[in-house]
């Protein structure tokens, strides 16, 4: 199977590190793919329509995109060790717990960034960089929520390492760019971050 993805982007390093949690990453061609040029190409938009990347190719030549959706499919291919649930309740307050954070984190922090950062320009036009403080805003608060949830929580959905916990590392991650780093600002969040350093394929 065939992996499109892009240096620095946070959505495909969601799947990566899926992959390598899973210990999997190498059954995948891995193929990079540059954003704004590529990634609006007639090739790479009848792999997905909306431009963008991470998709994976299957080897019977269907097109999967939507990161979550890929991982989905990973875990049902490769079900351990399990980062979904394992069973429908667990699944439902995993999934709960990512989407708080891809919605709540993850996409303002992309946002912020996308209209704020001049090398970001050409990926966002027009930037509009009241917008990308309201998010910069928005994020802040829910990461601050997160901060106050770590506080009584090993992992960002519970007590087990999940998707949950790769898709808040993404997101804050992505805000390197602006230099911003909520581990040092959050004291909950940076002993949580340390974890995630230990594990070895937060890389
Ligand atoms: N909801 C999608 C979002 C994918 C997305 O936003 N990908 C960005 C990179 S992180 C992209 O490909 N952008 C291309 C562009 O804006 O030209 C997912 O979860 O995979």
Redesign the pocket.
């Known amino acids: 199977m065939k992996f499109y993805k892009?240096p620095i982007?946070?959505?495909?390093l969601?799947v990566e590190i899926f992959m390598r949690e899973k210990g999997i990453y190498d059954n995948f061609e891995h193929i990079d793919v540059e954003?704004?040029q590529e990634?609006?190409t007639d090739e790479h938009l009848s792999r997905n329509h909306?431009?963008?990347?991470?998709v994976l190719e299957l080897d019977d030549g269907r097109f999967l995109?939507?990161?979550?959706a890929?991982c989905t499919y990973i875990e049902g291919l490769y079900p351990e060790p399990n980062l979904m649930g394992n069973d429908f309740e667990e699944r439902a307050f995993i999934e709960m717990t990512d989407r708080q954070i891809?919605h709540g984190i993850l996409y303002p922090i992309?946002h912020w960034i996308r209209h704020i950062h001049p090398g970001l320009a050409k990926?966002?036009k027009p930037q509009v960089e009241d917008w990308g403080h309201v998010n910069e805003g928005r994020a802040k608060r829910a990461i601050g929520t997160f901060d106050i949830i770590l506080a009584n929580r090993e992992y960002c959905a519970g007590d087990r390492f999940t998707i949950a916990d790769i898709t808040l590392y993404c997101g804050l991650n992505f805000a390197r760019i602006v230099r911003y780093k909520a581990w040092e600002e959050f004291e909950n969040i940076g002993k949580w971050h340390k974890k995630m350093l230990e594990r070895g394929t937060f890389k």
């Open positions: 892009a982007a946070p959505n495909p969601r954003l704004a990634t609006k909306l431009g963008q990347v991470p995109s939507e990161s979550r890929i891809e992309y990926l966002e």
